[in-house]
């Protein structure tokens, strides 16, 4: 048994209301006690009789971000088509195409390689679980390897092979969504089934049918729903129990009504909306209709190309219209819920010991300093860590 003491914490976040002030449970003074990897206590004072101590004085002790959503296997980037963004071009789904080309032409080292490289950026920003999505392969050889690589970064395993439909099936897209179905889904073994429910991607019907597929092969449905223009992907997200509908910018109050009769989480990306120039206030729609919330950063060459969870709570307080707590609460309880842990994304008694310490006193100046990286040092299972490995 190993044990560590974090004590002397300046502002710790438990994500936890009943363990301390406000929405966040904040405790001051506190140390938190973790064994193999475990918090075992929390408490005032200085505990005794520990193996190692990290004074946290003048610092924040936070949950590990938990990032939901990104699709970090791809090669290249579009940086063209940000510039042009800025000069008033629309973001579509056209994009897609460039990126799974270069992706298609990656061997497996420069695709891990390159996981690896965003991953690590991830955890210096406070990451400690990420979700992985294919969906730049679209063939079944390329959409099994980027799976494959994916599962040797994480649990959460995302297959979107329903991305876009691939140039080769233009003509064919019902060919593309019976390969996805009859094909790509029986073999992968992913945890998650997503679809690209909206323009330019795919219909209702065929993201209904590829969920069901995923669903009937033991994977659980997450979607991404309205992000271009409103459509059935929330209704579909709903019935089929999904664990969460993505983007969902472009929601009804139909949607909005029915996701907070749900226990589908919305997982709102901030990065997306900042770089594809959505309306704002996003967020206050689904607060206050009592939505379960979180926020991911979307990193993918297109639409979101950051790692960084704290930029992302950032531009969900500035863009998205959150307060800053509804911001961290979404970044770590949040994207929790939206994966369906139960053993992340709070500091509490039996969850996992995955912290970020900020070199801040308190969680605002996640928000309130954008773009300074603030985190002193990020803890996997009760261990600081600077490369992610799984
Ligand atoms: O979540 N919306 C679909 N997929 C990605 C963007 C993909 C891309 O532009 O390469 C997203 O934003
Ligand atoms: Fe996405």
């Not at 008033?88 to 298609?104: E, F, H, L, M």
């Not at 329903?162 to 019902?174: G, K, Q, R, W």
């Amino acid at each position: 048994m190993s044990s560590i003491a974090f004590t002397n914490i300046h502002t710790l976040v438990t994500s936890d209301s009943s363990l301390g002030e406000g929405p966040l449970g904040v405790l001051h003074g506190a140390s938190v006690i973790t064994e193999d990897g475990i918090v075992t206590e929390i408490r005032q004072g200085i505990p005794s009789g520990v193996d190692s101590e990290v004074d946290c004085s003048d610092k924040t002790l936070l949950p590990g971000f938990v990032d939901s959503h990104s699709h970090l296997i791809f090669a290249g980037d579009r940086a063209d088509e940000f510039s042009a963004r800025s000069r008033g071009q629309k973001y579509t789904a056209g994009g897609i195409a460039s990126t799974v080309n270069a992706t298609r032409h990656a061997s497996d080292e420069q695709l891990r390689q390159n996981a690896q490289r965003l991953l690590n950026e991830a955890l210096a920003y406070g990451t400690t679980t990420m979700e992985i999505k294919s969906g730049y392969g679209l063939t079944e050889k390329d959409e099994l390897r980027s799976i494959d690589i994916a599962a040797e970064f994480t649990e959460e395993t995302t297959l979107l092979a329903a991305h876009v439909i691939p140039e080769d099936f233009l003509t064919d897209p019902d060919g593309y969504v019976d390969l996805i179905i009859n094909s790509i889904i029986p073999k992968s073994n992913s945890k998650w089934i997503d679809v690209f429910c909206d323009l330019g991607a795919f219909n209702p019907e065929q993201s209904e049918a590829i969920l069901r597929a995923g669903i009937a092969q033991g994977m659980s449905a997450r979607i991404h729903a309205n992000q271009l223009s409103a459509g059935k992907g929330v209704e579909i997200a709903v019935s089929l129990g999904a664990a969460s509908a993505d983007h969902v910018s472009k929601s009804t109050k139909a949607d909005i009504d029915l996701l907070a009769s749900s226990t589908t989480v919305a997982t709102l990306l901030p990065g997306a909306e900042f770089s594809t120039h959505a309306e704002e206030n996003l967020g206050r729609r689904f607060l206050d209709a009592g939505v379960r919330v979180a926020i991911a950063s979307d990193c993918n060459p297109g639409s979101s190309f950051t790692t960084s969870m704290p930029f992302c709570i950032a531009a969900a307080v500035s863009i998205l219209g959150f307060t800053v707590e509804e911001a961290v609460l979404a970044a770590t309880i949040g994207g929790a819920r939206a994966l369906r842990r139960v053993d992340i994304g709070q500091i509490s008694v039996g969850k996992r010991a995955d912290f970020v310490l900020l070199d801040a006193p308190s969680y605002i100046h996640l928000a309130y300093r954008p773009g300074v990286n603030l985190v002193h040092s990020t803890y996997k299972s009760g261990r600081a860590v600077t490369s992610w490995q799984k």
